[in-house]
């Protein structure tokens, strides 16, 4: 994961899946597809850029072995992505997904960690998402 992420959001991440699993079965939840469909940079500077992007994923629940327990069905999420310039490469320092309605996009930012919303530095003007479905 330290290949493509770093700071607050490497830490965050790393802590919430080695914190376990809060089910009878533990169960991993593993990327097997990520396209981005749609990309609008709001933000750039050779060090640091924001983008919002239409993200299509698919999902394969594991067991804790590696063993596919289902193979998900596809969805995609709107999201505001900010990448941090760091030993040559371009890592996700933080993510707030944008999928939603306007006023459930403002509950979740109010209720947002402090670390994200300093990283994002505000969500950018205007609706987040309707362009990506049009």
Known sequence: MAEV???????????KELGGANYDEPFWLVITLAEVRKLRVVEYSPERFKAVAA?????DRTTTKGEIIESAVPGAICAVYVFVREDQS?????FFVTSGT?????????????????IIGGLPD?????W???
């Open 5 to 15: 992420a770093t700071g607050p959001y490497l830490e965050h991440s790393l802590n």
């Open 55 to 59: 993200v299509e994923r698919r999902f």
């Open 90 to 94: 371009w890592k996700l320092v933080g």
């Open 102 to 118: 306007s006023r459930e996009i403002a509950r979740d930012w109010d209720l947002s960690s402090q670390w994200l919303k300093d």
């Open 126 to 130: 205007g609706e987040l998402c309707l």
């Open 132 to 134: 990506f479905w049009r």
